[in-house]
């Protein structure tokens, strides 16, 4: 089975680009979340969907940030205008319904220049 | 004071050896628990969930204290493929958030 899958998986970008990052998580999962994972930091939410419902998008920088799942499976996280401080890896990961095991992509390595 | 607390490292053990790391949270309302590790310039995969009672998988041991707010987790016989960072982890209950310490770094050596 495949598992949580993100696209792209590197991303140089100079600084007031607008950026987007794609994931299509584990087919039957409805939860999806968006991390930041900072260097030498754990992961740290950003957006918590249950199915196409944003259900926690309070770390969210909504000046800047902004993320849909329309259909309620794939998502899209974007930013505009990135800023220097944005590089970071962007994880998506995936929960069944009342699973707490989420399961993560490989990222999205984000570098602002 | 962030939610979840450990202590970064790096361990620098010997293939072998015996070596436990401790995590602290801050949030009473935590319920449930988990270690996750991840390797370098990978994704976090689920190591093992942490119960009350404590649990055991082949050479991990997990042990949770709620009245202390912390938890461990013990790696004996030690090998070189366990290196890599152990993020520990704490959530309220369902479907909520994990929250994430900031990682000790495990580096086993021959």
């Known amino acids: 089975e495949a598992g949580v899958v993100q696209s792209p998986r590197y991303k140089i970008i100079e600084k007031k680009q607008p950026v987007a990052f794609w994931c299509n998580p584990i087919?039957?999962?409805?939860?999806l979340y968006w991390y930041l994972q900072n260097l030498g930091q754990g992961p740290e939410l950003l957006i918590r969907?249950?199915?196409?419902?944003?259900?926690?998008d309070s770390q969210l920088p909504k000046d800047r940030f902004s993320a849909e799942r329309l259909k309620g499976v794939d998502s899209t996280l974007k930013i505009q205008p990135a800023e220097l401080g944005d590089s970071a890896v962007y994880l998506c990961?995936?929960?069944?319904?009342?699973?707490?095991?989420?399961?993560f992509g490989p990222g999205t390595r984000l570098t602002v220049l | 004071r962030k939610e979840v607390e450990q202590d970064p490292g790096p361990f620098n053990v010997p293939e072998g050896a015996t070596v436990a790391f401790n995590c602290t949270y801050s949030?009473?309302?935590?319920?449930?628990f988990f270690w996750y590790r991840q390797d370098c310039r990978k994704e976090p995969k689920l190591l093992m969930s942490?119960?009350?009672s404590g649990n055991e998988d082949g050479r991990f041991t997990a042990q949770l204290n709620r009245a202390s707010q912390y938890i461990s987790l013990l790696i004996r016989d030690s090998k070189l493929s366990d290196s890599a960072t152990y993020l520990c982890v704490a959530t309220k209950s369902g479907n909520t958030p994990l929250v994430f310490g900031k990682g000790t770094r495990l580096s086993v050596i021959a």
């Open positions: 949030n009473s309302a935590s319920q449930s």
């Open positions: 969907y249950e199915n196409e419902e944003a259900v926690d």
């Open positions: 990961a995936s929960s069944v319904g009342g699973n707490n095991e989420q399961f």
């Open positions: 942490v119960y009350s």
């Open positions: 087919s039957g999962h409805n939860t």
